[in-house]
């Protein structure tokens, strides 16, 4: 069964004023805890699905780049890009590029829960859920295209069409921080320094 990991990182960071996920933390860019998550976890192939503007910006080896043809257009467009590219890969374990807390045994953990029986395996703290760091499977495809076809965008449209696991988190969870504006990142940081 192959399992590929996939960056999302072709946002516009609109509300932040600069592309946030190459924000240092931790002495690392942002994208890159997302990348080190996946890798730890041997998933194969990882994918880093960006812009053209974007592209020379990231800088590493045995990583595969799309670089979308209509950038901007949201996750749903973005992994309906993906699964097309990658026809040989069942299950795609998908995390944004701003999340400074993804880990390894986040998605250790989360690789436990595939099961024929699912089109996707998702987070969920108390009734929020966390579209962009859960689990596709190639199954899920035909309700993609058709949803991106009526140029609809919404991840959770998209699940409730979908056969999903739920995976329950504590909602205090830092695993699930994302960084949206300036105020997000100042947040992080502080807990980084007083972590440190």
């Known amino acids: 069964m192959k399992i590929a990991g996939v960056i999302l990182a072709g946002g516009q960071s609109s ?3 600069e592309p946030k996920m190459f924000e240092l933390f931790a002495g690392q860019p942002l994208y890159k ?14 994918v880093i699905a960006t812009n053209a503007s ?10 595969q780049m799309i670089v979308e043809q209509q950038p901007h257009q949201g996750p749903l467009f ?7 590219a990658f026809p040989d890969v069942e299950w795609f374990f998908v995390v944004a590029s701003d999340m400074p807390y993804m880990n390894a045994d ?3 953990n989360m690789l436990d829960y595939i099961d024929d029986g699912f089109d996707a395996i998702v987070p969920k703290q108390a009734i929020r859920i966390q579209p962009l760091a859960a689990i596709y499977r190639r199954s899920a495809l035909p ?3 058709l949803l991106t076809e009526q140029n609809k965008r919404s991840m959770q449209a998209l699940l409730e069409q979908l056969r999903v696991c739920y995976v329950s988190f504590e909602e205090n ?10 105020q997000d990142w100042s947040q992080t940081t502080k807990k980084e320094s ?3």
């Open 143 to 145: 309700k993609m295209k």
């Open 194 to 196: 007083d972590y440190e």
């Open 15 to 17: 509300r932040y004023g």
């Open 106 to 108: 986040f998605i250790r």
């Open 33 to 46: 805890h997302s990348l080190i998550a996946l890798q730890k976890n041997k998933l194969e192939p990882v």
């Open 54 to 63: 974007l592209l020379k910006g990231f800088v590493d080896d045995k990583v």
């Open 78 to 84: 973005a992994l309906h890009n993906i699964m097309t």
């Open 173 to 182: 969870s830092p695993t699930f921080i994302n960084i949206n504006s300036q």
